[in-house]
T-cell receptor
């Protein structure tokens, strides 16, 4: 049973805003939504986390509607260096929500 | 710089041999994790440890074992390597096992070990 669903890939151009939407229909009441970024040959890097409404940091914004069944990662004015795989995660019920299950992520390709 | 150190960076291993991948963190995080990453399959959890002295099985634990004798170290052992264990292995840690770590910090990952079993 997939915990999260997100697009396999997305294309964009430098300077554009990119929005990646993730669905998590079965998210637990007390669970957070977390996004990671992974560059080739590197481990994933935590970028943003939220519970509801909107969260913003120096890297991205995260929008979460009231029902929390989806979330949208927003990257403002992307550059070539934002080309990476982006993972949306919620807790893993099988471990009592003490671990995270990574899906296949969204491959974002930013072109000049 | 605080973080996670994995060793070796890469290894070619003959099938049937025993191998231990090392993972050390200097952040005094309570929880540690081992993931493997394969093309087209994303990252899959092998084993985890919520605190020193305890371990748990993840999604793909068969053929692997772990131990957590202290807070800093979380070695992953392949008792008898097989070609299907060819993968990139990532170790991670978090200060709290609950819902992916203390809010706003998440997991810290190492740089990975690329293992080829031939």
């Amino acid at each position: 049973l997939a915990k999260t669903t997100q697009p396999i890939s997305m294309d964009s151009y430098e300077g554009q805003e990119v929005n990646i939407t993730c669905s998590h229909n079965n998210i637990a009441t007390n669970d957070y939504i977390t996004w990671y970024q992974q560059f080739p040959s590197q481990g994933p890097r935590f970028i943003i986390q939220g519970y509801k409404t909107k969260v913003t940091n120096e890297v991205a914004s995260l929008f979460i509607p009231a029902d929390r069944k989806s979330s949208t990662l927003s990257l403002p004015r992307v550059s070539l260096s934002d080309t990476a795989v982006y993972y949306c995660l919620v807790g893993d019920e099988s471990s009592g929500y003490s671990t995270l299950t990574f899906g296949k992520g969204t491959m974002l390709l930013v072109s000049p | 710089i605080a973080g996670i150190t994995q060793a070796p960076t890469s290894q070619i291993l003959a099938a049937g041999r025993r191998m231990t991948l090392r993972c050390t963190q200097d952040m005094r995080h309570n929880a540690m994790y081992w993931y493997r990453q394969d093309l087209g399959l994303g990252l899959r959890l092998i084993h985890y440890s919520n605190t020193a002295g305890t371990t748990g099985k993840g999604e793909v634990p068969d053929g692997y074992s772990v131990s957590r004798a202290n807070t800093d170290d979380f070695p992953l052992t392949l008792a008898s390597a097989v070609p299907s264990q060819t993968s990139v292995y990532f170790c991670a840690s978090s200060d709290s096992p609950g819902t992916g770590g203390t809010f706003g910090f998440g997991y810290t990952f190492g740089s990975g070990t690329r293992l080829t079993v031939v």
